[in-house]
């Protein structure tokens, strides 16, 4: 068989033409609207989050609407009329939208019997690997994969045996009560995980895990587009604010260089274009050019002998248009902003200090040559992309190359108020813990511990426009 060689995004997408962009048709005072810049979009229903930036010529517009295509179908172990060949042998999910529906969250189970499903389990040993990661579980590997091509149905048909899921995977819950200044009182949930039916014996000595929920998909181009610098600046001027947001440092696996990372909780993830690889392989037991091998662990025998759909399974094209279409995807304009509520919460956000971290405004470089409207734009994604020490009770206590155990990236804002419409999910923090944004903000610790003191401390009526100011970005 031909094996399929990575070639570069930028000279792809280029080839396609010229990119011009006609700026989000607003009125002359709706500049404070404008979310994302010229990738701002006017949508506000279950489609929010997976609307294209406005203005995509015609040809570039198809490449983003194959790359939709890539992110809704499904996978399977043969070929099908309803599936693409190559799914598992183990894996998590059966398609990238069964984790991220309409490009939104995940959320964890309903009950504690049902078994994770948007949600996944990193799992690593103490010590690094050769490139300074999380050093995987020799019987597991990093991720435990809890379904797998055991051959129910036709579609999921298996070629020797049935290939045993990792194993079970579920969710308990320990409650607390956290009381505000007035006397009002919140429940606050922390996930207990629970791990049965280990399929090849027990985990390793000293093994870490830790529960992450699916995040949205919107936006991640204007933060791929940030420069370096601006990244580390803002490191720089909260330091003289007495904070200690640090960027981490992480393994380019196409560059084959240590550079910063962005995505993913922890920013473990360079880059879109690897993380969507990485996505494949471990969370759907896809190949892919950058991830030739089977993500099969020695003991995992019958996982060795399944057939592979194709090699790779994700091939260069799929994975470049599905690359496309994430760099391409708008961002929903804001809501209500002329409400005094708002501006009042707006005012409580930065007294509380919340915007030391959830930094209100960044602005991409000079030149993005992937796709080169994403240069140049002001946005209001109310992160910075850095990490912060969160408190114990927040803590995972699971290194990822330079996070600690108790370190988070902070997460951006942008979108929050339309997420119960997007996907009916409003789980935060991640692990899901959160069902509101009251929840996730009580449960911040450690740097941010200020902030959520002051939270504590504020009348009914700043805490709800507090809130109603989130819901607005």
């Known amino acids: 068989m031909k094996r399929i060689t990575a070639v570069g995004s930028a000279s792809f997408i280029l080839a396609m033409g010229a990119l011009t962009l006609s700026v989000w048709a607003g009125s002359e005072d709706d500049s404070s609207l404008l979310t994302a810049g010229v990738f701002t979009v006017s949508r506000f229903d279950a489609q929010a989050y997976l609307q294209p930036v406005p203005g995509l010529p015609l040809r570039q517009l198809q490449m983003f609407e194959r790359g939709r295509h890539h992110f809704d179908k499904k996978w399977a172990s043969i070929s099908s009329l309803q599936f693409e060949w190559g799914l598992g042998p183990t894996f998590i999910a059966k398609s990238c939208v069964e984790c991220h529906a309409a490009g939104g969250r995940g959320s964890p189970p309903a009950s504690s019997d049902e078994q994770l499903v948007s949600v996944l389990v990193r799992l690593s ?13 020799p019987s597991y590997g990093d991720q435990i994969q809890n379904f797998a091509l055991r051959g129910p149905f036709p579609d999921f048909a298996y070629h020797t045996a049935p290939v045993p899921p990792e194993a079970e995977l579920y969710l308990d819950w320990e409650e607390t009560v956290v009381e505000f200044a007035d006397g009002e009182r919140v429940t ?3 996930p207990m995980l629970r791990i049965e039916k280990l399929a090849f014996g027990p985990l390793g000595a000293g093994a870490m895990t830790s529960v ?8 991640l181009g204007l933060l791929e587009a940030v420069p370096e610098e601006t990244i580390l600046a803002g490191a720089e001027r909260q330091r003289l604010l007495g904070f200690n947001g ?4 992480v ?14 909780w922890k920013a473990n993830q360079p880059s879109i274009k690897q993380q969507i690889a990485t996505a494949a392989l471990g969370d759907m037991g896809l190949t892919s050019p950058l991830y030739r091998e089977q993500n099969c662990p020695p003991i995992q025998q019958l996982c060795s002998m399944q057939t592979p759909g194709n090699d790779p399974e994700l091939v260069t094209t799929d994975w470049i248009e599905l690359e496309f279409w994430t760099l391409g995807l708008g961002v929903p304009a804001r809501r209500n902003v002329a409400d ?5 919460g707006a005012a409580t956000f930065e007294q509380a200090r919340c915007a030391v971290c959830h930094v209100p405004e960044m602005k991409t470089g000079k030149t993005f040559p992937l796709l080169p409207p994403l240069a140049n734009q002001t946005f ?5 992309l850095l990490l912060h020490d969160m408190g114990e ?13 108790r370190d988070w990236r902070t997460q951006p804002l942008w979108g929050i108020g339309l997420s119960g419409t997007v996907n009916g999910s409003t789980a935060l923090m991640h692990d899901g813990r959160a069902r509101n944004v009251t929840e996730a903000i009580l449960w911040h610790g450690g740097e941010a511990a200020v902030s959520r003191d002051a939270f504590l401390k504020m009348s009914k009526e700043d805490r709800e426009a507090l809130l109603r100011f989130l819901d607005s970005i």
């Open 125 to 137: 040993l103490p010590g690094e690997d050769e490139h300074g990661g999380p050093k995987p579980d």
């Open 188 to 190: 606050l949930r922390k």
């Open 212 to 219: 992450r929920i699916a995040q949205p998909v919107f936006g």
């Open 246 to 249: 640090r960027p981490n440092y």
């Open 251 to 264: 393994w380019d696996a196409i560059g084959k260089r240590t550079t910063i990372g962005r995505f993913g």
């Open 340 to 344: 005094p509520r708002v501006q009042r």
């Open 380 to 384: 209001h994604a109310y992160t910075d």
């Open 393 to 405: 009770a927040l803590a995972d206590n699971r290194p990822d190359f330079r996070a600690g155990g």
